[in-house]
C-alpha cells in the first residue's frame, strides 16, 4: 500500500497561481506513473495530468498551458504547478500513483474566487 500526502491546495483568485505536492511513502523513482486528478461537485472526476517513469507527460485539454506537472527525485515529491487559474478549475486535486494497484491521497481544496 503506497500513501500519498497532499499539500498546497487553497483559495486563490482569478489568474493566481499554486503549487500542489505529493509525497508518496514509497520511493517516486519506483512508480510506474504518478498523476493529479480533480473532481468538482456535480461533475465527474477528471484526469488532469500524469507523468510516467520515462517522464512521458499528458495534460488535460483544459489545463495545457497552464499546469505544469513536475518530479523531483531528490525530494521524492510531484507538483502540480498551476498558473492563470479560473473558476471551473475550482475542484479538490488528488494524487493518484500506480504502483501494484491504484493509489490515492486524501485530496486538496482549490477553490478559485474573486
Known amino acids: 500500500q503506497v500513501q500519498l500526502v497532499e499539500s498546497g491546495g487553497g483559495l486563490v483568485q482569478p489568474g493566481g497561481s499554486l503549487r500542489l505536492s505529493c509525497v508518496p511513502s514509497?520511493?517516486?523513482?519506483?512508480?510506474?506513473?504518478m498523476g493529479w486528478y480533480r473532481h468538482a461537485p456535480g461533475k465527474q472526476r477528471e484526469k488532469v495530468a500524469t507523468?510516467?517513469?520515462?517522464?512521458?507527460?499528458s495534460y488535460a485539454d483544459s489545463v495545457k498551458g497552464r499546469f505544469t506537472i513536475s518530479i523531483n527525485i531528490a525530494k521524492n515529491t510531484m507538483y502540480l504547478q498551476m498558473n492563470s487559474l479560473q473558476p471551473e478549475d475550482t475542484a479538490v486535486y488528488y494524487c493518484n500513483a500506480e504502483h501494484y494497484g491504484s493509489h490515492w491521497g486524501q485530496g486538496t481544496q482549490v477553490t478559485v474566487s474573486s
Open positions: 514509497t520511493s517516486i523513482f519506483s512508480i510506474g506513473v
Open positions: 507523468i510516467s517513469g520515462s517522464r512521458s507527460i
